[in-house]
């Protein structure tokens, strides 16, 4: 029996590694997001001061601990044979959960999964306890082995957590951004020196009094004087960082607008670390603590009660700085941490671009509502002010793309550091387990809301958007809740078999997922990926975008040869991916397209012809994209149907034809790649023989039909793949006498200067 334990003590030492790991890839966006929108310093000052505040966080949360105690449930009820149950799966549905949600790219409370796995273990095993026994406990006797009126406390300040950071974020944002304006650098120094002081002294006052009292390390006089004294250090602050903010600029010409953003990441990444580290190891340490009064007591596992866990017990200080060091290792290798921030960031972005997310019924009426609310107020106000503050939101006109400018600007991102640093802090120095995924991301679309980033071009992507994460934060809860009371349940009848199975389970799937998303990033890296020109006069476009042009010519290659192979053979799994294929290279066509807004915008006034070709070739490459995938939509859709494999003579048919076709492709691909463009003219004078060659295949297959063909499908299918066929080489043929026609190797291709692009 002992020997059980202490295998579910080394399987949770394993499962809080693990945690933190995927725990961290999702957090990451809690205090990167803002610093990486903003572009205020580089990516490696970003980490480097992020991970100095993870270190120094993760070293004060020792008093957090006491929420995995007994926070959720009444640790006198169970047994300890019970709580280890408990305990086991919560972790084990804890790294489950959240690894779905990083592999989704989808910021996800951390804090909420391990209330609600508490929640829903505790309440399985109570279930038992109480049906299984002679007792004659009922169900309303389940209130006893629940701590109530805190799990009531946690769960409504997580959910308040969503209104107040929203409606602060926006308020904030709104007054900062009045007063400042987008053009903030032009401001007196006063100005900059004041906002300054106010944002370090929130920062500081809120993260030395709120987040750090607790820490082992903090002397117990200073501890006194902050909390006798908060008015005296919060006024003296405010006067010695305006002061020194004044300085800065005054005499040394100091970004303070960044300095703000690198000392608000350090903040929130202490308050992160400081709150959220009990989301990982918390669990684990109570078992730990639990094994040692077991272990010492004499007693079977049966018949010990775990009053001790009511005790307050400190956190080891090593324990807590190993566990800040593997966040700290996370932050900086987890790729799957880099796709959690990008999806927070994109919602906040100020520009339009590429929008992740489809409108749905409900973001468009939230919308339309919203539009309609806003206009009744504004017409209320006076028309002075309305003037006045519309000034203050004019932005900047920017000549780059959305892909390339920040996010948002240096003031957004100083206030959503502040804000949220200051809310966690606070939740920290009560001991109430805020979510600060919930806070940071509520924080940032306040700010944005506010700051007019959702205009009408982008208002119903964007809320849906933040509807589909907060659905998500929904589902994290149910999930989490049903997940660990069915693990508990496994575990309680399973024992040691079960242990065992469910790890080799967590094992494999995590495993599976690492593979998986690690090769996806491989092929994302080794694809061929399409680049937007940015050239000024014609010839410089084409040879920018003669890279371009033989990357989609061998990728279209790839997708037509798949597209008959599947049909040869009949293989399902090649026609899918095919089809994936050809999606992703349709969506980046449209991000080119896209771009033209931007790129009309850097073009010099005589080189206006530039965008006539640009726009031109876009066309053409959309008109071979959508050939391919009709091509491979209708080949994926007849083997998916099970319909009547064709015959022999046309698969050999359409093989000659893919042949064929594979020659024009590397010939294209080749005169591309070299800027060979004197050789287009060879490639279009075959272009008569590539027309009567398809032009064959379609004459055949009528003499077939009328002759012998006796399938509709078959008919249908291969008619369409032949038409399709023939509409593709047009494209091809049109691009190609674009850029035959268009060329002229005497001119040197003329480019933007580096430093107006």
Same mark, same amino acid.
């Given at each position: 029996?002992?020997?059980?334990?202490?295998?579910?003590?080394?399987?949770?030492?394993?499962?809080?590694?693990?945690?933190?790991?995927?725990?961290?890839?999702?957090?990451?966006?809690?205090?990167?997001?803002?610093?990486?929108? /903003?572009?205020? $310093? !580089?990516?490696?000052?970003?980490?480097?001061? =992020? #991970?100095?505040? *993870? %270190?120094?966080?993760?070293?004060? &949360?020792?008093?957090?601990?006491?929420?995995?105690?007994?926070?959720?449930?009444?640790?006198?009820?169970?047994?300890?044979?019970?709580?280890?149950?408990?305990?086991?799966?919560?972790?084990?549905?804890?790294?489950?959960?959240?690894?779905?949600?990083?592999?989704?790219?989808?910021?996800? /409370?951390?804090? $909420? !999964?391990?209330?609600?796995?508490?929640?829903? =273990? #505790?309440?399985? *095993? %109570?279930?038992?306890?109480?049906? &299984?026994?002679?007792?004659?406990?009922?169900?309303?006797?389940?209130?006893?082995?629940?701590?109530?009126?805190?799990?009531?406390?946690?769960?409504?300040?997580?959910?308040?957590?969503?209104?107040?950071?929203?409606?602060?974020?926006?308020?904030?944002?709104?007054?900062?951004?009045?007063?400042?304006?987008?053009?903030?650098?032009?401001?007196?120094?006063?100005?900059?020196?004041?906002?300054?002081?106010?944002?370090?002294?929130?920062?500081?006052?809120?993260?030395?009094?709120?987040?750090?009292?607790?820490?082992?390390?903090?002397?117990?006089?200073?501890?006194?004087?902050?909390?006798?004294?908060?008015?005296?250090?919060?006024?003296?602050?405010?006067?010695?960082?305006?002061?020194?903010?004044?300085?800065?600029?005054?005499?040394?010409?100091?970004?303070?607008?960044?300095?703000?953003?690198?000392?608000?990441?350090?903040?929130?990444?202490?308050?992160?670390?400081?709150?959220?580290?009990?989301?990982?190891?918390?669990?684990?340490?109570?078992?730990?603590?639990?094994?040692?009064?077991?272990?010492?007591?004499?007693?079977?596992?049966?018949?010990?009660?775990?009053?001790?866990?009511?005790?307050?017990?400190?956190?080891?200080?090593?324990?807590?700085?190993?566990?800040?060091?593997?966040?700290?290792?996370?932050?900086?290798?987890?790729?799957?941490?880099?796709?959690?921030?990008?999806?927070?960031?994109?919602?906040?972005?100020?520009?339009?671009?590429?929008?992740?997310?489809?409108?749905?019924?409900?973001?468009?009426?939230?919308?339309?509502?919203?539009?309609?609310?806003?206009?009744?107020?504004?017409?209320?106000?006076?028309?002075?002010?309305?003037?006045?503050?519309?000034?203050?939101?004019?932005?900047?006109?920017?000549?780059?793309?959305?892909?390339?400018?920040?996010?948002?600007?240096?003031?957004?991102?100083?206030?959503?550091?502040?804000?949220?640093?200051?809310?966690?802090?606070?939740?920290?120095?009560?001991?109430?387990?805020?979510?600060?995924?919930?806070?940071?991301?509520?924080?940032?679309?306040?700010?944005?809301?506010?700051?007019?980033?959702?205009?009408?071009?982008?208002?119903?992507?964007?809320?849906?958007?933040?509807?589909?994460?907060?659905?998500?934060?929904?589902?994290?809860?149910?999930?989490?809740?049903?997940?660990?009371?069915?693990?508990?349940?496994?575990?309680?009848?399973?024992?040691?078999?079960?242990?065992?199975?469910?790890?080799?389970?967590?094992?494999?799937?995590?495993?599976?997922?690492?593979?998986?998303?690690?090769?996806?990033?491989?092929?994302?890296?080794?694809?061929?990926?399409?680049?937007?020109?940015?050239?000024?006069?014609?010839?410089?476009?084409?040879?920018?975008?003669?890279?371009?042009?033989?990357?989609?010519?061998?990728?279209?290659?790839?997708?037509?040869?798949?597209?008959?192979?599947?049909?040869?053979?009949?293989?399902?799994?090649?026609?899918?991916?095919?089809?994936?294929?050809?999606?992703?290279?349709?969506?980046?066509?449209?991000?080119?397209?896209?771009?033209?807004?931007?790129?009309?915008?850097?073009?010099?006034?005589?080189?206006?012809?530039?965008?006539?070709?640009?726009?031109?070739?876009?066309?053409?490459?959309?008109?071979?994209?959508?050939?391919?995938?009709?091509?491979?939509?209708?080949?994926?859709?007849?083997?998916?149907?099970?319909?009547?494999?064709?015959?022999?003579?046309?698969?050999?048919?359409?093989?000659?034809?893919?042949?064929?076709?594979?020659?024009?492709?590397?010939?294209?691909?080749?005169?591309?790649?070299?800027?060979?463009?004197?050789?287009?003219?060879?490639?279009?004078?075959?272009?008569?023989?590539?027309?009567?060659?398809?032009?064959?295949?379609?004459?055949?297959?009528?003499?077939?039909?009328?002759?012998?063909?006796?399938?509709?499908?078959?008919?249908?299918?291969?008619?369409?793949?032949?038409?399709?066929?023939?509409?593709?080489?047009?494209?091809?043929?049109?691009?190609?006498?674009?850029?035959?026609?268009?060329?002229?190797?005497?001119?040197?291709?003329?480019?933007?200067?580096?430093?107006?692009?």
């Amino acid at each position: 029996m002992d020997n059980l334990y202490i295998y579910m003590l080394a399987a949770l030492a394993f499962l809080a590694i693990a945690d933190l790991v995927v725990g961290v890839s999702n957090d990451a966006v809690n205090f990167l997001n803002s610093a990486i929108g /903003s572009k205020a $310093v !580089s990516f490696k000052t970003i980490m480097i001061v =992020a #991970s100095i505040g *993870v %270190a120094v966080g993760a070293m004060t &949360s020792s008093g957090m601990m006491e929420v995995a105690r007994k926070g959720i449930f009444n640790p006198g009820e169970f047994m300890f044979d019970e709580i280890m149950i408990i305990f086991m799966a919560v972790m084990i549905t804890d790294i489950l959960l959240l690894d779905f949600f990083n592999t989704l790219g989808l910021p996800t /409370s951390t804090t $909420v !999964s391990i209330v609600f796995e508490l929640l829903g =273990a #505790s309440v399985a *095993v %109570a279930l038992i306890k109480i049906y &299984s026994s002679d007792s004659g406990q009922t169900i309303t006797d389940l209130t006893n082995y629940i701590n109530n009126s805190k799990a009531i406390e946690i769960i409504l300040g997580i959910l308040l957590s969503v209104v107040v950071a929203f409606t602060i974020g926006a308020l904030v944002q709104y007054v900062s951004r009045i007063l400042l304006s987008f053009k903030f650098e032009e401001k007196p120094i006063f100005y900059s020196a004041v906002f300054s002081g106010i944002a370090v002294t929130s920062i500081m006052y809120f993260i030395i009094v709120k987040g750090l009292k607790n820490a082992t390390f903090m002397p117990p006089s200073v501890k006194e004087f902050l909390n006798t004294n908060p008015i005296g250090f919060v006024i003296i602050s405010f006067l010695v960082f305006t002061i020194l903010s004044y300085l800065a600029v005054k005499l040394f010409n100091a970004k303070i607008y960044a300095i703000i953003i690198v000392v608000g990441t350090f903040a929130l990444a202490v308050a992160f670390a400081g709150n959220d580290l009990v989301n990982f190891i918390g669990v684990p340490i109570a078992a730990y603590n639990s094994y040692e009064v077991w272990s010492i007591s004499g007693v079977n596992p049966s018949d010990l009660a775990m009053v001790s866990l009511s005790e307050p017990v400190q956190t080891q200080p090593y324990l807590l700085l190993i566990a800040g060091l593997i966040m700290v290792l996370t932050l900086w290798f987890s790729s799957k941490a880099k796709a959690v921030v990008k999806t927070s960031v994109d919602l906040a972005r100020q520009d339009e671009g590429k929008e992740r997310f489809k409108p749905n019924f409900l973001s468009r009426n939230i919308v339309r509502l919203t539009i309609g609310l806003s206009n009744s107020v504004n017409s209320l106000l006076p028309a002075s002010y309305r003037q006045w503050t519309d000034k203050q939101f004019i932005k900047p006109v920017a000549k780059v793309s959305p892909q390339e400018a920040p996010a948002f600007d240096l003031v957004r991102a100083a206030v959503n550091l502040m804000v949220a640093s200051v809310l966690i802090s606070i939740a920290t120095g009560m001991k109430l387990p805020l979510s600060t995924t919930y806070v940071t991301f509520m924080v940032t679309m306040g700010t944005s809301l506010a700051d007019r980033a959702w205009g009408t071009e982008s208002a119903v992507y964007r809320v849906a958007g933040v509807l589909n994460v907060i659905g998500g934060w929904f589902f994290t809860a149910f999930s989490a809740f049903v997940a660990a009371s069915i693990m508990a349940v496994i575990l309680y009848y399973g024992k040691g078999y079960a242990l065992t199975a469910l790890i080799v389970l967590a094992i494999v799937l995590l495993t599976k997922n690492y593979l998986s998303h690690r090769k996806s990033n491989k092929v994302l890296k080794e694809e061929d990926q399409l680049q937007k020109s940015e050239s000024s006069s014609t010839q410089g476009v084409i040879h920018e975008s003669a890279a371009t042009i033989g990357k989609v010519v061998k990728r279209g290659n790839r997708i037509y040869t798949s597209a008959i192979n599947g049909l040869a053979t009949q293989n399902l799994a090649v026609l899918k991916k095919n089809k994936k294929q050809i999606q992703k290279l349709s969506d980046e066509i449209d991000e080119l397209r896209d771009n033209i807004f931007y790129f009309i915008k850097n073009l010099e006034e005589p080189s206006l012809s530039a965008s006539a070709f640009y726009i031109n070739i876009l066309g053409y490459l959309q008109d071979i994209t959508q050939s391919l995938e009709y091509i491979s939509k209708v080949s994926h859709k007849h083997i998916n149907n099970n319909h009547k494999k064709l015959k022999f003579s046309q698969i050999k048919e359409l093989k000659d034809l893919d042949e064929q076709l594979e020659q024009l492709f590397i010939a294209t691909e080749s005169a591309f790649e070299s800027r060979s463009f004197a050789e287009i003219g060879g490639i279009l004078n075959n272009k008569a023989s590539m027309f009567n060659l398809v032009k064959d295949k379609i004459q055949k297959q009528v003499e077939r039909t009328r002759n012998e063909e006796s399938s509709p499908k078959n008919t249908t299918l291969y008619f369409g793949l032949l038409l399709e066929t023939k509409d593709l080489l047009t494209g091809i043929m049109n691009l190609l006498e674009e850029y035959f026609n268009s060329h002229d190797s005497s001119v040197e291709p003329a480019k933007i200067p580096p430093s107006e692009a």
